[in-house]
């Protein structure tokens, strides 16, 4: 089991953040045109899923996966989104997804009057404890499947 990669978007669409650990394949494209592809797309299920359910979506959209890879997703009330890329046998990862936005993000962004919300995040501290936190989760693997 592996993690792949990690978005952090704002409610406006914008990248705040990415990382990556064990993606094998690039996507082709510049990296600006691949944070609004992955945007596009979850904007586009999220509002597919909102429409579709025949049921109440109290949490809306979690996760999808496809033969290759698992897109966990997690939104916070602020409109922050968080999009980890993992391998098939990772487990819901909304728990871990959370734990990001409220230890990390919370903690090294928001109550640091450095980082200028809504802005690219430049916190060297803030991306050397998001590796660390990744690298030290039950699933992470440096080898992919």
């Known amino acids: 089991m592996t993690v792949h ?11 705040l953040h990415y990382s990556e650990w064990n993606r094998k394949k ?9 944070f609004k ?5 979850l904007f586009s299920i999220r509002s597919f899923i909102s429409k ?3 049921l109440d979506m109290k949490d809306g959209f979690l996760a999808f996966q496809t033969s290759r890879y698992k897109l966990h997703y997690y939104e916070t009330p602020t ?3 968080l999009v980890l890329n993992t391998d098939l046998g990772v487990p ?3 728990d871990t997804l959370q734990q990001i936005y409220s230890t990390l993000y919370v903690e090294y962004i928001v109550k640091n ?3 200028v ?12 404890k998001l590796d660390s936190f990744i690298r030290a989760l039950p699933f992470f693997s440096v080898r992919a499947a």
């Open 5 to 15: 990669n990690l978005y952090i978007f704002d409610r406006n669409g914008s990248c």
């Open 26 to 34: 690039q996507a082709g494209i510049s990296k600006e045109e691949e």
């Open 37 to 41: 592809l992955m945007y596009g797309m």
């Open 52 to 54: 579709m359910s025949p």
């Open 79 to 81: 409109g922050i989104k």
């Open 92 to 94: 819901n990862c909304r």
């Open 113 to 115: 009057p450095l980082c």
């Open 117 to 128: 919300l809504g802005e690219s995040l430049q916190s060297d501290l803030f991306s050397s």
